[in-house]
Nanobody, 115 residues
Framework: QVQLVESGGGLVQPGESLRLSCAAS????????MAWYRQAPGKQREMVAS???????AYADSVKGRFTISRDNAERTVYLQMNGLNPEDTAVYYC?????????WGQGTQVTVSS
């Protein structure tokens, strides 16, 4: 059974930081491209950051310089370090694992940035 379990969301003030984690089970983690997506109310889901099996990284323009994605294949976990958070980062953040045409999603974790 495949599971992607996110954690680390919460309520923070503008300028603060959060670190999201996504623990994977039931997949050959090291072969998967892992990514973080987010969906704000009334908006489409968008890719935030991705990291391929061989470490290639991509970021959405809106988070470049503030967010950092990383992975630990031994722990089967992908992380998203989010610094300098602002209210526009408020969304449900989803973990995604992709290998060729196979897609897996986590249940999401809420991130709210508000003063």
């Amino acid at each position: 059974q495949v599971q992607l379990v996110e954690s680390g969301g919460g309520l923070v003030q503008p300028g603060e930081s959060l670190r999201l984690s996504c623990a994977a089970s039931g997949i050959l983690f090291r072969a998967f491209t892992m990514a973080w997506y987010r969906q704000a109310p009334g908006k489409q889901r968008e890719m935030v950051a991705s990291i391929s099996f061989d470490g290639r990284i991509a970021y959405a323009d809106s988070v470049k310089g503030r967010f950092t994605i990383s992975r630990d294949n031994a722990e089967r976990t992908v992380y998203l370090q989010m610094n300098g958070l602002n209210p526009e980062d408020t969304a449900v953040y989803y973990c995604n694992g992709r290998l060729r045409s196979v897609d897996y999603w986590g249940q999401g974790t809420q991130v709210t940035v508000s003063s």
